[in-house]
Nanobody
Framework: VQLQASGGGLVQAGGSLRLSCEVS????????MGWFRQAPGKEREFVAT???????YYADSVKGRFTISKNNAENTVYLQMNNLKPEDTAVYFC??????????????????WGKGTLVTVSS
């Protein structure tokens, strides 16, 4: 399984970005998908996840601003980010988990990772 994240960039505070994660193969029926981020000097942290059944769960810091979704036909997972804040600045990673549960929020629970895409939010 290969994952490729894209869509990062520089945006002003209050702006929006949509990240995409293209996945090789049709795995959404058997895998949960997640987004994590890592800011300079900090540990990787959970952002959002979507289960194989479509259930979603978010970190408190992004709830109400970010939306995770997936398109089975395109083998792509999205992260719509609105009302961005400077503290959202980080490298964002997408990941896949073979489990059947709904909420995987720990990085070590994920089996496959893509290379990150950098999001920079200016104040």
């Amino acid at each position: 399984v290969q994952l490729q994240a894209s869509g990062g960039g520089l945006v002003q505070a209050g702006g929006s970005l949509r990240l995409s994660c293209e996945v090789s193969g049709r795995i959404f029926d058997t895998h949960a998908m997640g987004w994590f981020r890592q800011a300079p000097g900090k540990e990787r942290e959970f952002v959002a996840t979507i289960s194989r059944y479509g259930g979603t769960y978010y970190a408190d810091s992004v709830k109400g601003r970010f939306t995770i979704s997936k398109n089975n036909a395109e083998n792509t997972v999205y992260l719509q980010m609105n009302n961005l804040k400077p503290e959202d600045t980080a490298v964002y990673f997408c990941a896949a988990n073979r489990g059947s549960g709904n909420y995987y929020v720990v990085a070590r629970q994920y089996d496959y990772w893509g290379k990150g895409t950098l999001v920079t939010v200016s104040s």
